[in-house]
């Protein structure tokens, strides 16, 4: 079973922030947390994942909860292309048999024009 | 710098027959997975494929096996299909040891149809 939850769907306007939430209450403390999403007809795309500390890419930001038991993906200016369903995923963060991706039903995150 | 390839892109088949799926990785990646993803469901982890053998099994029956041939690419096969493995199918390619979160490249999918 997924270890997070996420709400089944959001809207965004265009131009503005899009915040997806996640709670993942019994991560342990060697997991990983990670987003993907899925636009349709596609497999799913890598976005960002973080330990601990807050971090940004060129796609999205990742804020983890001091404690670590919640998760706020950011897009900070999402687009139409935006659109897809966004999968908080936890994981250990090494190669070998921990590397599969056990997903939730995550949250679609409908942008609005 | 070609991504992960998979064929065929669609599939019909009926019930009882058996299918083979393919999927080409990302150049460089040695490390194949596949997942099945069900209509409006995340995708499930089926088995992953590294040195040309399963390392680890989700919870499928024995139907569903693979094979890892020694360029990396990799077979799903399905046997006595049933109407509920009507899914898209997932193949994901990674590299063992090559960075610190053995990130996981997706391909597009086959689209299997079972009437």
């Known amino acids: 079973d997924a270890k997070t939850t996420q709400p089944t769907s959001m809207d965004c306007a265009e131009g503005r922030a899009a915040n997806l939430p996640c709670n993942h209450s019994t991560i342990s403390g060697n997991e990983y947390v990670y987003w993907y999403r899925q636009i349709h007809s596609q497999g799913p795309q890598y976005i960002i994942h973080?330990?601990?500390n807050n971090e940004t890419n060129e796609m999205a930001s990742l804020i983890i909860t001091e404690d670590r038991k919640s998760s706020t993906l950011i897009l900070p200016h999402a687009t139409l292309r935006d659109t897809a369903v966004y999968y908080c995923?936890?994981?250990?963060?090494?190669?070998?048999?921990?590397?599969?991706?056990?997903f939730g039903t995550g949250t679609l995150l409908a942008v609005q024009p | 710098d070609a991504g992960v390839t998979q064929s065929p892109t669609h599939l019909i088949k009926t019930r009882g027959q058996q299918v083979t799926l393919r999927c080409s990785p990302k150049?460089?990646?040695?490390?194949v997975s596949w997942y099945q993803q069900a209509l409006g469901q995340g995708p499930q982890f089926i088995f992953q494929?590294?040195?040309?053998?399963?390392?680890q099994r989700g919870n499928f029956p024995d139907r569903f096996s693979g094979h890892q041939f020694p360029n990396y690419s990799s077979e799903l096969n399905v046997n006595a299909l049933l109407l509920g493995d009507s899914a898209l199918y997932l193949c994901?390619?990674?590299?063992?040891?090559?960075?610190?979160?053995?990130?996981?490249?997706f391909g597009p999918g086959t689209r299997l149809t079972v009437l």
């Open positions: 994901a390619s990674s590299l063992e040891w090559g960075n610190d979160y053995n990130e996981q490249f």
């Open positions: 995923i936890v994981r250990l963060n090494y190669g070998g048999a921990t590397n599969k991706l056990i």
């Open positions: 150049s460089g990646h040695d490390t």
């Open positions: 494929y590294y040195e040309e053998e399963e390392r």
């Open positions: 973080g330990l601990k």
